[in-house]
């Protein structure tokens, strides 16, 4: 089955760190940009940011830059978030999504979700203050 899982969410205090995975299972993650997006209540989704491939280039919304990192583990088909001096608008759902590197450098930054080919179901995160 082709799918993408996320884990890793949870409750944390402000200051707190979280990492969160991005599992693909059916397909491999090495010839695909990965997207990290986030959903609080009552917004709009919102990208978090995104990793091309093989590059590894990455793109960081402003509100997480300095804090927030990616990592690929292209032998697990996972990318992992790492979230760091987690604040309490950083709360929300935490989705990843995937496209091929070639879909992507047509799409671009910024673009919606649902251009990507591959999405999770998402993951809970809550920054308490």
């Known amino acids: 089955q082709v799918q993408l899982v996320e884990s890793g969410g949870g409750l944390v205090q402000a200051g707190g760190s979280l990492r969160l995975s991005c599992a693909a299972s059916?397909?491999?993650?090495?010839?695909?940009?990965v997207a990290w997006f986030r959903q609080a209540p009552g917004q709009e989704r919102e990208e978090v940011l995104v990793?091309?491939?093989?590059?590894?280039?990455?793109y960081f919304a402003d509100s997480v830059k300095g804090r927030f990192t990616v990592a690929r583990d292209n032998t697990k088909s996972t990318v992992y978030l790492q979230m760091t001096s987690l604040r309490p608008d950083d709360t929300g759902r935490y989705y990843c999504?995937?496209?091929?590197?070639?879909?992507?450098?047509?799409?671009?930054?910024?673009?919606?979700?649902?251009?990507?080919?591959?999405r999770g179901q998402g993951t809970q995160v809550t920054v308490s203050s």
């Open positions: 059916g397909f491999t993650l090495d010839r695909y940009a």
């Open positions: 990793q091309d491939a093989p590059s590894e280039d990455t």
């Open positions: 999504a995937a496209v091929t590197s070639r879909h992507w450098a047509q799409l671009g930054r910024r673009s919606e979700i649902r251009a990507y080919t591959y």
